[in-house]
Nanobody, 123 residues
């Protein structure tokens, strides 16, 4: 089992940047594919980005491609989401998640979830 804790959220103006972190407990972090998801008020949780266990493969939602970068440091049991050129529509609670099998964009495939961190982008 793995426990996930997100950090780095906050309030930023449109065009600004934030870096989210997801710290994982346990010695098996490097065996998990990881993902970032977000949920805005009144909307369903949606896929943002995912990364394979080695970091060699990454997927992005079309809405964030070219602006967000997912990465991981297996030695530190930590995953990151660098968010640049932020837009008001990026406002949401951001969650990190771990998948025991393979990299995927499917919310239902992830086994473990963090508690979320709020990102608010003002116009």
């Amino acid at each position: 089992q793995v426990q996930l804790v997100e950090s780095g959220g906050g309030l930023v103006q449109a065009g600004g940047s934030l870096r989210l972190s997801c710290a994982a407990s346990g010695r098996t972090f490097s065996s998990y594919a990881m993902g970032w998801f977000r949920q805005a008020p009144g909307k369903e949780r949606e896929f943002v980005a995912a990364i394979s266990w080695s970091g060699g493969r990454t997927y992005y939602a079309d809405s964030v491609k070219g602006r967000f970068t997912i990465s991981r440091d297996n030695a530190k049991n930590t995953m990151y989401l660098q968010m640049n050129s932020l837009k008001p529509e990026d406002t949401a609670v951001y969650y990190c998640a771990a998948d025991r099998t393979t990299i995927t964009t499917m919310t239902s495939a992830y086994d473990y979830w963090g508690q979320g961190t709020q990102v608010t982008v003002s116009s």
